[in-house]
């Protein structure tokens, strides 16, 4: 497959994930997150942390060591959807109302924008 063409390709589904985290947020979650509701923060938000730790785990340990362009699309894949899994723990398990998604989408997005494709295996 040629170069340029794989590259583009990689760089409209990372684009659409990162893109479909914010669009999720604002429609099943009403908007940005805010403090305002009621509640401490609690024992759930390990889950969506294990999630994002593990998606910055594949981004920083696994991906730099890949050397063909189908791995890395694999593992760039598998990674942002560890962290729109979070993202959908704290919409779902834990609730859009806690202030525990104060810190998850947050965490969630920036783990995804860390995927973003500028480091592209050369052949």
């Not at 998606?55 to 890395?72: E, G, I, N, Y």
């Amino acid at each position: 497959m040629n170069q340029g063409l794989m590259k583009k390709q990689v760089w409209v589904v990372w684009f659409a994930m990162t893109s479909s985290l914010v669009i999720i947020q604002f429609i099943l979650g009403k908007g940005l997150p805010s403090m305002s509701g009621g509640g401490s923060v609690s024992i759930l938000l390990v889950a969506p942390l294990v999630l994002i730790l593990g998606s910055m785990a594949v981004r920083f340990l696994v991906v730099p060591k890949l050397k063909l362009k189908m791995q890395f699309f694999v593992f760039m894949t598998g990674g942002m959807s560890m962290a729109e899994m979070a993202h959908f723990v704290g919409i779902f398990i834990i609730g859009t109302d806690k202030p525990d998604m104060v810190v998850i989408f947050p965490m969630a997005l920036l783990a995804m924008l860390t995927y973003a494709p500028v480091y592209f295996p050369e052949d």
